[in-house]
């Protein structure tokens, strides 16, 4: 089943960007690639037509639904440090402004491939009758989100909505839908560096990468004890082209994409990073850790999940899928790229870089 054309929302961002080719050249088909960005999207495919646009401005979510077959919709604001400080922006990137998408999706009978978030679970996983569980499972698993002062939860409850109203339309109105909801995804090209190419608090990768390379000590919020399950980049790709290539088995449905062999805690991640860039730099300073409150780290409003665990029996059911790259796998490459991107722009009176320039490849 090879889609016509296929239109990726926020093919500038991080998995988009990994996406955008991949979908070229797995459907061999034309790509419009939506984003007020491009800079991480930088393939040389001709299939590839990058449009500099942002989806709520007028005529934009009218063009892309004319012209393709399958839509995939990943534009938002992802990044738990806007969610109690620019709550407001932060619902419309996720809500408000892809409304007149899924509308024009049903009246036009293209696909819809939208990213939700592991998010929606909340703070723990608990089953439908309230009891706790490990993993959290799409068809069962309640949303457990805290309080409206605690802002954090802003993200969590616009994506949430956004799912109900998608398949409200799949449910009365024949929209083909199929919902993907992301745990950790990590990968090369993965937000940015602060005072480099960005500004505030990027996602918890970048942080400890900022960190390692500045020679900074890595900032462990509330003891850095939160667990969190990481997947490769490269196993997300291979897990949407499956849902693209199997309309059937996957319309009107919701599919948790991660992966569990990867839980770690936070402070777990910090040593294995440290450990993996003495391999690049071997002259890197040894990690140092700095217990931080949540407060402090990202103002008062913020929230946590203690653990995230995916379930994901029906993605492996309908998709032939199987999540691959260990953790420790995956770092040297994520590493590698950071290393190469910021190496030069990396200064600081403790950073590995003024005396490791050589070593880096
Ligand atoms: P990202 O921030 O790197 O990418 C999002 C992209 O959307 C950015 O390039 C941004 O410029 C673009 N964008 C935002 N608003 C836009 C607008 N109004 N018009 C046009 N472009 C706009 O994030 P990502 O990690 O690549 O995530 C992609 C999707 O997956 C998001 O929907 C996110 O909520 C979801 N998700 C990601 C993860 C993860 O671990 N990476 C986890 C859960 C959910
Ligand atoms: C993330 C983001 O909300 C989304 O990108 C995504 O939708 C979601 O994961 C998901 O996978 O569904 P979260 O895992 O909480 O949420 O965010 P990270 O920035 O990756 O932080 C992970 C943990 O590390 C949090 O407990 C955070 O408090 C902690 N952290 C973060 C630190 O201890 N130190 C830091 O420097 C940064």
């Known amino acids: 089943m090879t889609p016509r054309r296929i239109a990726v929302l926020g093919a500038g961002g991080f998995i988009g960007s990994h996406l955008a080719p991949a979908l070229a050249e797995r459907f061999g088909c034309e790509i419009d690639a939506v984003d007020v960005t491009f800079e991480k999207l930088t393939t040389a495919d001709a299939r590839v037509h990058r449009h500099e646009a942002r989806i709520e401005d007028a005529g934009v979510a009218e063009e892309v639904t004319r012209r393709a077959s399958v839509v995939v919709s990943l534009t938002a604001l992802c990044n738990p440090s806007l969610y109690s400080t620019k709550p407001l922006e932060v619902i419309d990137a996720n809500f408000t402004h892809l409304l007149p998408l899924v509308r024009l999706c049903t009246e036009r009978q293209v696909r819809l491939i939208h990213f939700s978030t592991a998010e929606v679970y909340g703070r723990r996983a608990l089953d439908s009758a309230g009891e706790p569980t490990l993993e959290m499972n799409e068809d069962d698993s309640c949303s457990v989100l805290g309080p409206v002062h605690r802002e ?51 996602r918890v990768l970048a942080c400890f990468i900022n960190q390692l390379l500045r020679g900074e000590p890595l900032k462990l919020v509330a003891g850095g004890h939160q667990r969190r399950a990481f997947m490769d980049v490269a196993d997300m790709v291979e897990a949407v082209c499956r849902i693209l290539e199997r309309p059937a088995a996957c319309r009107g449905q919701i599919l948790n994409l991660g992966n569990p062999a990867n839980e770690v805690s936070i402070a777990e991640l910090g040593r294995l990073l440290s450990r993996e860039l003495t391999a690049f730099l071997p002259l890197a300073r040894p990690p140092r850790f700095e217990d931080v409150s949540a407060a402090d780290f990202y103002g008062e409003g913020y929230d946590d999940t203690e653990q995230r665990v995916p379930d994901i029996t029906k993605a492996r059911r309908l998709l032939s899928w199987e999540p691959r790259v260990g953790l420790k796998q995956m770092l040297p490459n994520i590493l590698k790229d950071y290393v190469e991107r910021y190496a030069g722009r990396v200064v600081g009176p403790t950073s590995p870089f003024p005396i490791a320039q050589g070593l880096v490849a």
């Open 152 to 202: 954090r939860w802003t993200y969590a409850c616009a994506k949430q909505l956004m799912e109900r109203v998608i398949w409200a339309h799949g449910q009365h109105h024949g929209l083909d839908f199929s919902i993907v909801r992301p745990f950790n995804t990590i990968g090369p090209r993965m937000d940015y560096l602060p005072g480099i190419d960005g500004e505030g608090t990027p």
